[in-house]
């Protein structure tokens, strides 16, 4: 789930979640309708009935977006995907989904199913509002199939992430047989769409449509982002699918043992090798790691009778990868735990120092060389 989110429930292991800037957007459309929309037809005096009425319709949308997100997760978990979490927010929803489509239909079929499922919710809305006759019902059902049919539009536009850009996707890539072009101009066409939808926010903005302006504004932005790190992730996953630990990581030639005194370690090992943090082993098993942070705990005066033992972090254990282990999954440790150098691990024998920037060139080395 999104972080900043509250978890709701459980449905066939899917963990279902709001994030707080739902709240925001369950608390601005009730007043929109309950204000304005509502009354004109509900009469000025209804006040209560229009906020009420209100209400159940902004809960019912939010209902409607969930079993949109809930068809996704169902059809990825019967074409042997797997289905992690929903988390409703403002701009709609995101299903957590995991494990690659190894296939274009698989993908396909994933995406169409939301705007598919939207449209037959407005349908089903719509046939309610015309079949009972109750001005209240009436009310709350066209808006539910105006709004479903709303969703459904919006889906499909053909701009990487949304359904429409995920279908488009799929077409492209069962073209090409080329998933990595596929989602880059899938997601270029998602740029180009969020650039528009700016744009005409900025037009409605100077018409003095301040707030149907901004909410497309933010909505662009919100799509531009999504787009560009979709493909950034998908460019990253691809040209580094095969490429493991060991390929990446600089072999580490500098280590110092724990009982070398702190002076020793600034004039012969950090100094001579220029720098920051040197990995501490003993008969090559990795025991921590020492760094300028470390050191500065100790005062100048003191630095020859304290040891690297004493001061050097990871005594509690260290976060390690294999040198088998994919550089995808080393990212994604990096990212996680928020460190700058993951130590290389070949057994229990210390290779080396993986940062960031060695994956990123790499990654950067390959992209140059295409391969
Ligand atoms: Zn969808």
């Known amino acids: ?12 292991g899917i963990e279902v979640g709001v994030h707080y800037s739902w709240l925001i957007i369950f608390g601005l459309f009730t007043w929109i ?13 209804a006040e209560v009935e229009s906020w009420v009425l209100a209400a159940i319709t902004v809960v019912l949308m939010f209902v409607s977006v969930l079993i949109h997100e809930l068809a996704h997760s169902f059809v990825a978990l019967a074409r042997g995907l797997k289905a992690n979490s929903i988390t409703l927010f403002a701009f709609g929803g995101v299903s957590s989904l995991s494990g690659d489509a190894k296939e274009a239909s698989t993908e396909f079929l994933v995406a169409i199913v939301g705007p598919l499922t939207s449209f037959a919710l407005a349908g089903i809305a719509y046939g309610v509002a015309s079949i009972v006759n109750e001005t209240r019902i009436d009310l709350v059902f066209s808006y539910l199939a105006y709004i479903n049919f709303a969703l459904g539009v919006f889906n499909l536009v053909p701009g990487y992430p949304l359904d429409g850009g995920r279908v488009l996707r799929s077409i492209l890539w069962g073209i090409t047989n080329n998933v990595r072009k596929a989602t880059e101009w899938a997601g270029n066409v998602g740029k180009v769409v969020a650039w528009g939808m700016f744009a005409f926010g900025l037009f409605q903005i100077f018409n003095g449509q301040y707030v149907n302006g901004i909410w497309l504004a933010a909505i662009a932005w919100f799509l531009h982002n999504a787009a560009s790190n979709s493909v950034q992730q ?3 996953e691809t040209r580094l699918r095969r490429v493991r630990a060991r390929d990446v990581v600089t072999r580490d030639e500098v280590t110092v043992a724990p009982g070398t005194s702190v002076a020793e370690l600034i004039d012969h090992f950090m100094l001579p090798s220029n720098r920051g943090s040197i990995a501490v082993t003993d008969n090559g098993r990795l025991v921590g790691i020492v760094s300028i942070r470390d050191i500065l705990k100790v005062p100048p005066a003191e630095r020859s009778q304290v040891m690297v033992a004493q001061v050097m972090s990871g005594q509690e254990g260290l976060l390690t990868i294999a040198a088998d282990a994919r550089v995808q999954d080393a990212v994604e440790l990096l990212a996680e735990h928020d460190l700058e150098q993951l130590p290389v691990m070949d057994g229990l024998h210390y290779v080396g120092m993986l940062t960031r920037a060695d994956v990123m060139r790499q990654l950067q080395l390959r992209e140059a060389l295409d391969v």
């Open 1 to 12: 789930m999104l972080g900043n989110s509250v978890r709701l429930f459980t449905v066939r």
């Open 234 to 236: 998908i460019v990253l």
């Open 33 to 45: 309708l309950a204000t304005s929309a509502f009354p004109e037809v509900l009469g000025r005096h």
